[in-house]
Every structure is written in C-alpha cells, then in structure tokens.
C-alpha cells in the first residue's frame, strides 16, 4: 500500500509540474526582480497622465506712463550727493545706472498713468498636468490649472503680452537719458522698470477661456504632431493653499488609461514618492521636439513631513523633485496607487524652485471632491491588458505580451506608448531574445490531464482502501493466571501430546480458549518438534466443548485427564489457526 501511496504521489507530482510549466502559469521570471520600482511604475503609469493646457483670450490695456517731474528732480539731487560722497562714480553712465536701479526698486513712485492707453488683444495660458481616474473621461489636476485669480491672471497677460509694449517704453526711457545712457546694464534695468509698471496697472477685459489636452493624432503612437481636445470643466476647489484640486471631462471617450487611487494612509513620513508630470523646464523650451514634449517625466523623493494650513488643509511635503507644469500631476506610493497630487513647490528669488519643498495635496482630498460630483474611480480593460503585457514584456516574454499588446492598440488606437512597445517586442523575438516558454503540444495536453485522473483516482483508492481494510491484530492478550489451568511440567504430571521432550512448548497452549475472533480458518498445523500431525477427529480425544469469548478465562474441567484432554485440543486448535508451523518450508 505505501509503494502505491508514492506512485499516487509521484504522479500528482507529475501533473503538477506540467500544469506549472504551462504557458502563462509564470509570469515572473528571475529578471523581474532586477526592474527598479520606478521603472515599473513610469511604464504603467505614463498613459494617463496627460498635457493639459488653459487659454485665455482678452483686451489688454495699458495707460501711457507719464514721469512725475518732482519725483525725478529729487531722484537727482541725490544722485549729485552720491557722487560728492564717493558712493558712486562721477561719469555719466555710473550715474544714470544708479538712477535707473533706483526707478526699478519703485516705478510707481516716479511714474503715473497717462494718455492714450494702449489697447492689444492677446492670448495667454499656461501647461500643467492631469490624469485619468475613469474610462470615459474623467480627470483630476490642480485647480490653479484651471482659472486664476485675477491678480496672477493680470501677471500672466503682462508677461507674455506686453512683451512689446514693454520693450518701447524702456527705449523711451533710454532716449529720454541721452547718448550716454548706452550701457547694457541701463538698457536691462530700463526694460524690468517697464515690466514692473506695466503689470501694476494693466487692465484685462472680455476675458474668454478654454481647457484642453494636448495629445498625439491618431495612429498608436506618440507622433511629432499634437491636437488640442476639448475638456470641460466639472467641479473646482480653491487654489493653494486651499483644497487645489479640479475635475475635468472630456467627452467620447472610452477604454482610456487609468491609474488607482490609494488611501492617505498608505505613505508615511520615510516612504519614497513619485512624481509624474510635465516640467514647463521641457514643454517652454524650443530644444526639444513635440514628441519629447508630450512624454511625462517621472521623479522620486522621500515623503518628508507632514503638513497643515492654519485653515486645516492637509499637505504632504516631499523632496521629490518639481518644476512649474508639474502642478496638477499624480504623485504615487511604491505600489502605483496615487496618494496625492502635486500642487506647488517654494520658489527662489531666482525664480526656482526650492529642492525639497515640494507640497502634496492627499488623495483623501481628491476623493472628497468626486464623491461631490457622484464619479466613481475606476480601472479601465485597456490598463489591465496593458499591464499584463508589461509584466510579460518585462520578464522577456515576447511573444506572450505581443498579442495583449495589440490588443491593447484595438481597444484604444491612440493609446500613446502601445506601438513602441509592440515594435520593441517584435525586434526582441527577431533578436532570438524571447523567453517565452513553448506551446505545450494537444496531446500532452491530454495527457496531462489523463495522469492528472489517475493521480486523482489513486489517491482516492489509497483512502478508501484505508477505510475499509481491518484493523491490524492486536497482540496476544494477557491470559489471566490460574493454577488449575497450568500446563503441566515434567514430573508435575502428564506431557501435552506432541511434545515428549519433557518441555513445555510455548506454542502448545491456545491463549484464545479455541475461539478465533478474526474467523480464519483452521487448518492442522505440525508440532514445532515433530512432523506428524496431532489426531483432532473423533475417538482421539474428547469433544471440546464450546469456548467463552474473547478476554475470558476458560472454564476448569471436572478432572486431571479432562484438563489434559482440553489442552491437547486447544494445542491442535492453536496450530490448525496458525496454519504452517514456522519451521515447516525453511
């Protein structure tokens, strides 16, 4: 029964080899663990997150500045007492730099708004990012991404449409020194008087606005053309320091890319973060193609403190690095699920932005605003897929992850990265560098499931068959001692017949009183010490009487010859159950 136990055994060892060696039963391959968490997460991640851009159309006016002349002879005469006390040099254009560096520090102070004001019609926005949390179109980004105050709407408009205006009123001014004002520092001072001034009193009127993503065409593929598609606004909070964050929707869409949302307590201060978006650094620069332009770039930092406005908002600060046009963008924990959004960053006097300060508004935050709208997260079958064939794709299998890979292209054609990777895999399988494991054939196939049956059956008869065979014998029990049932010894009274040694043979005497509980049969058995059988039958002996059960003592005959008579009996019982005696066939 045990040799057939470990054949049962070994078979079902069998079958669960070859069932584990199919295709598809192991994804991770030893390499997997060599892929840093980071690239893992930028792969899965990137297709949601998006370029999104805001555009605003205005009238832009401007008054014509007007010098205050009381201001500007005052401005000389200190000018004379710096230079009689050796604060500056006596040439000219020593002293009309520090006059013009006076004017900056304060152009209102020397300059009032004048006639005729300057009229132009202009265009300003800005790039941030967003992320899908829904198939269909839903997405979350930082509120300032979509509307501004007026204030920073005002010095939006004045830094990217006065830029003209601002450069004729700093040549008046340089006229208006004389020719000896020709210093190129005089000249860049004069144009931050203008800038300063300018944005101080700029009127902005029908003010129009639009939202939209910047995405590749159709095709598969990030290509080195974009499309503005349309985005509504649905629901917006207030700007930093407040609850920053904005629900936007694009309408037609399905099977889009998504990332989960996680919980505010899935990171803690020690944690590594990460960061998607879309540093201004590379989408405001003329260096990079539009291709480079619509890739997010990914960043990591430890999660560094907690953080809370005096109002009660929540904020995560991180040293992961970003840059203007990260704002609005997913910040994630180790397992990909997105625990905040990246909402600002303290900036330097030069303009840049301060390493280690960069502020995350929680996820719980985010949560509490589609909750608002009724919108509910959710994975679409696109990222799933997706994600199956990156697991494949990043384990070497190649041919595996190729057809999810396509059917990732079927589900959404303008899927961003989806081509890239179908072309990587096809070059990798050409380059012999697929480790996919083959096709198993249909009649292993089979096969492996008929052992599987067997392994099954046999394992199911080994119990069976334990349940039903009886139980082992149990040794001899103890037969309680009685001095009237002894067998007699040499010289203590007759030999049991068969044994004329004068001997006592411990085979002789039957410890069950000729009752067998197991019901074998009997079957004349040779004395150990003699090879002709014992006479049993009737006339050699007399009749033995029924015995009691099992465990009982047997009853004392009427007399000695008796008692003989019923040992001998007992004797030949004892041997006819034992069948062979063990000397027998040696």
Same mark, same amino acid.
């Given at each position: ?24 039963? &192991? ?14 997460? &930028? ?9 999104? $851009? ?49 004017? #900056? ?20 926005? =800005? ?14 980004? #930082? ?72 995405? $590749?065409?159709? =095709? ?55 960061? $998607? ?8 620069? $003329? ?37 203007? *046009?990260?704002? *609005? !963008? ?25 390493? !280690? ?6 996820? =719980? ?82 096969? *492996? !499931? ?23 014998? #149990? ?17 203590? !009274? ?18 069950? *009183? ?73």
């Amino acid at each position: 029964m045990q040799a057939r136990t470990t054949v049962a055994a070994g078979l079902a060892g069998l079958v669960l080899a070859g069932v584990m060696a199919s295709p598809g039963a &192991a994804l991770a391959a030893p390499k997997d663990s060599e892929i840093p968490v980071g690239t893992r997460l &930028a792969a899965r991640t990137h297709p949601a997150v998006q370029l999104t $851009s805001v555009s605003y159309t205005a009238d832009v006016a401007v008054p014509t500045p007007v010098a205050k002349p009381a201001a500007i002879r005052n401005l000389t005469v200190q000018g004379v007492e710096a230079v009689r006390s050796g604060k500056i040099s006596s040439d000219d254009n020593s002293i009309y730099r520090w006059i013009v560096q006076q004017m #900056a520090g304060n152009p209102g102070r020397y300059f009032s708004p004048g006639k005729p004001e300057r009229v132009v019609k202009a265009t300003a926005g =800005g790039l941030c990012t967003g992320w899908w949390v829904t198939p269909d179109g839903y997405m979350v980004t #930082a509120a300032h991404c979509v509307g501004q105050e007026d204030a920073q709407l005002a010095r939006t408009f004045a830094s990217q449409a006065l830029e003209k205006i601002n450069k004729k009123d700093a040549a008046d001014l340089v006229a208006d020194l004389g020719e000896f004002a020709s210093d190129d520092e005089i000249v860049r001072t004069a144009a931050k008087i203008f800038q300063i001034w300018n944005a101080d009193n700029i009127k902005i009127r029908n003010v129009e606005s639009s939202l939209s993503l910047l995405q $590749s065409l159709p =095709g598969g593929g990030v290509d080195k053309t974009a499309k503005a598609v349309p985005i509504e606004l649905v629901a917006r909070g207030t700007v930093y320091p407040g609850k920053d964050v904005a629900i936007l929707k694009a309408n037609g869409m399905n099977n889009l890319p998504t990332v989960p949302l996680g919980a505010d307590s899935d990171v803690r201060v020690g944690d590594t973060l990460y960061i $998607s978006g879309f540093p201004g650094t590379v989408t405001q620069t $003329s260096i990079f193609n539009i291709e480079s332009k619509l890739e997010p770039a990914f960043t990591e930092g430890p999660y560094n403190a907690s953080r809370q406005t005096p109002e009660g908002v929540p904020y995560i600060q991180t040293q992961a690095p970003s840059y203007p *046009g990260n704002s *609005g !963008g997913p910040v994630f924990s180790r397992d990909g699920k997105v625990i905040g959004i990246l909402v600002g960053g303290l900036i330097q006097q030069d303009g840049g932005s301060t390493e !280690g300060e960069s502020f995350v508004l929680p996820v =719980g935050v985010v949560k509490e605003k589609l909750n608002e709208k009724n919108i509910r997260p959710a994975e679409s079958v696109t990222t799933r897929t997706y994600n199956e064939a990156l697991e494949l794709f990043f384990a070497d299998h190649y041919s595996e992850a190729l057809p999810k890979f396509r059917e990732v292209q079927a589900l959404h054609p303008n899927h961003p990265y989806v081509a890239r990777y179908i072309s990587d895999s096809q070059q990798a399988i050409t380059a012999g560098r697929d480790r996919s494991p083959g096709p198993i054939p249909p009649w292993l196939m089979w096969g *492996g !499931g008929g052992l599987a049956l067997v392994a099954a059956l046999g394992a199911l008869a080994v119990v069976l068959g334990r349940r039903r065979r009886p139980k082992a014998p #149990a040794p001899f029990p103890e037969i309680p001692y009685d001095a009237r049932q002894a067998p007699r010894m040499a010289g203590h !009274g007759p030999v049991p017949q068969g044994d004329r040694s004068g001997r006592y043979d411990p085979y002789g005497a039957d410890p069950y *009183g000729g009752h067998d509980p197991y019901g074998a049969p009997r079957r004349p058995v040779h004395s150990r010490r003699s090879p002709h059988p014992l006479p049993m039958g009737p006339g050699d002996g007399p009749a033995v009487a029924p015995q009691p059960p099992y465990g009982q003592a047997p009853q004392a005959g009427p007399g000695a010859d008796t008692r003989i008579a019923d040992l001998e009996a007992e004797l030949e019982r004892l041997r006819r159950g034992l069948g062979r005696h063990p000397d027998d066939g040696r």
